[in-house]
């Protein structure tokens, strides 16, 4: 409650001071918001950059009076902690009010050839850094398919910050050193893990593989270099994206991953917005032919989440009464991981497509499991159970003075009637986006044309209803003052 307070005593006493006030509402101590939009669309005006020594010193300004918040924790405690607070709150501040464009570059590091491992197979890392123009942050992304589609996310409150790999320290699984590394010790970092496919038969369109006809069949596709051929990434330099393509189960999975300089939303299906923190990336499953059974085939995508953070990750589904980007799709499935030190997350509508073009046609919903059960995603935060799996090869854990924590859960994908993936009326297609990102999502609000919508279809009978009643309680009182006059008598 306090931290709240100091958060919104900052944009309404020291913003607003900067910025003439409008007397347009009765709310005449405010900023009209009229004003700040109009304002904000012209960049007539932009939020001041909260400066550490400004929130210490509100930190230590707080007056020890009792908890007040659903915390429990007092002003009395965030005052004598002050010194540790100031930078994490500083650094949240900032990046929840401040929208950060960013200059992105793209470098692939490839692994030299004279090495054993690397003379037939593809190995190299794409090295993404995302500096905000302001130069006071910059977000270094690293994505690969090495042991499994990776991204990591690490977030610097500087600049001038390098990347070292050795590349013999990577491929050696004996090696006890990490052949990556930063010059400087991250503010923040996160990752996120795609370790395995799996399919399953079903028959009876029952959808959901925790049934028990379909438990004893699943079959797992791991993206070790035994199965799967990576051929070398495409690098689209103008848009930010990367494509990893490889060839495996006599189809090709297609791994994108996308990089924005500025808050945006998906140009196709399901159109989600992105800020200039996030990675969007696509799996696609195009035509895999060489599976364990056929003709009723389901997939299940394995994710993993990794974080630093102490608190628990914990997954929540966010609701919109607004689908006009996503139809017939009211929320976003995020996994979040919050901590005093930052945060991150995963996000993604439930939903997938079964063909190249995505439309609502082509659009199937998605599953949520874990705890070893289908679960209904709530907007209650609920804890992911987290993961220990040695199975799992990536170059996550190659990232050197990183100690993780992983959290795992699956998704799924279908409709009943919707002729499985290889099925008489299957497309054998794929394909299933999301987001990393560090800070918070942005999620979906009503917009213009939805207002207007809503102002057309609701306000204008109200107008309407209240016409008509002005004008039957002026006719009433007209006919009153009729009957109840009266000619002199003679």
């Not at 944009?11 to 509402?25: K, Q, R, W, Y």
């Not at 390098?162 to 970092?189: A, C, H, P």
């Not at 035994?226 to 999975?253: R, Y």
């Not at 994908?413 to 800070?439: I, N, P």
Request: glycine letters at 4%; hydrophobic letters at 40%.
């Amino acid at each position: 409650m306090e931290v709240a307070n100091i958060f919104n005593n900052y944009f309404t006493d020291g913003v607003a001071a900067h910025i003439p006030i409008l007397h347009e509402n009765a709310f005449t101590s405010h900023l009209s918001i009229a004003e700040i939009h109009r304002r904000f669309r012209h960049l007539e005006f932009s939020f001041h950059h909260v400066e550490v020594g400004y929130v210490k010193k509100l930190l230590d300004s707080l007056k020890p009076n009792k908890a007040t918040g659903p915390d429990k924790i007092s002003p009395r405690v965030l005052a004598a902690s002050s010194e540790a607070l100031a930078d994490p709150l500083t650094n949240l501040m900032n990046h929840l009010a401040l929208p950060q464009e960013r200059k992105v570059t793209i470098k692939e590091i490839l692994c030299p050839r004279n090495i054993t491992q690397c003379k037939d197979v593809n190995h190299s890392i794409i090295h993404v850094v995302a500096e905000s123009n302001d130069k006071r942050s910059v977000i270094h992304y690293l994505w690969s398919v090495i042991g499994s589609p990776t991204i990591i996310a690490a977030y610097f409150e500087k600049t001038d910050v390098k990347l070292t790999v050795n590349w013999m320290d990577i491929l050696s699984k004996r090696s006890i050193d990490r052949g990556i590394q930063f010059t400087s010790e991250s503010d923040y970092i996160t990752a996120f893990v795609i370790p395995a496919i799996y399919e399953f038969q079903d028959p009876k369109d029952e959808l959901f593989y925790t049934e028990k006809n379909h438990i004893n069949n699943i079959v797992k596709h791991a993206f070790d270099v035994e199965k799967i051929l990576w051929k070398n990434p495409e690098i689209d330099t103008t848009n930010n994206i990367t494509t990893f393509k490889g060839s495996m189960l006599g189809g090709t999975v297609i791994f994108q991953c996308n990089a924005s300089a500025s808050e945006g939303r998906e140009s196709v299906l399901p159109h989600q917005k992105f800020t200039s923190n996030s990675t969007v990336f696509t799996l696609t499953l195009d035509h895999l032919t060489a599976l364990k059974k056929r003709g009723h085939t389901r997939f299940i995508i394995e994710l993993v989440s990794f974080t630093v953070d102490r608190s628990a990750t914990c997954v929540t589904a966010e609701l919109s009464l607004d689908d006009e980007h996503t139809p017939a799709v009211f929320k976003t499935i995020v996994i979040n991981s919050t901590g005093f030190s930052g945060s991150s997350y995963s996000a993604w509508k439930p939903v997938a497509y079964t063909n190249n073009t995505r439309s609502l046609d082509h659009q199937v919903p998605s599953y949520a499991y874990y705890g070893n059960k289908h679960q209904y995603i709530k907007q209650s935060c609920d804890a992911l159970p987290s993961t220990s799996n040695p199975s799992i090869s990536s170059i996550v854990f190659h990232l050197k003075d990183t100690v993780f924590t992983s959290y795992g859960m699956n998704i799924s994908f279908g409709q009943q009637k919707d002729g499985w993936y290889d099925g008489e009326g299957g497309s054998h297609y794929l394909t299933w986006s999301a987001m990393v990102g560090y800070g918070s999502p942005v999620f979906d609000s009503f917009s213009t044309v939805v207002w207007i919508i809503i102002f057309v279809g609701f306000g204008t009978p109200m107008l309407l209803i209240v016409i008509t009643i002005v004008y039957v309680i002026v006719k009433k009182i007209k006919a009153r003052k009729a009957t109840s006059s009266y000619g002199m008598i003679n």
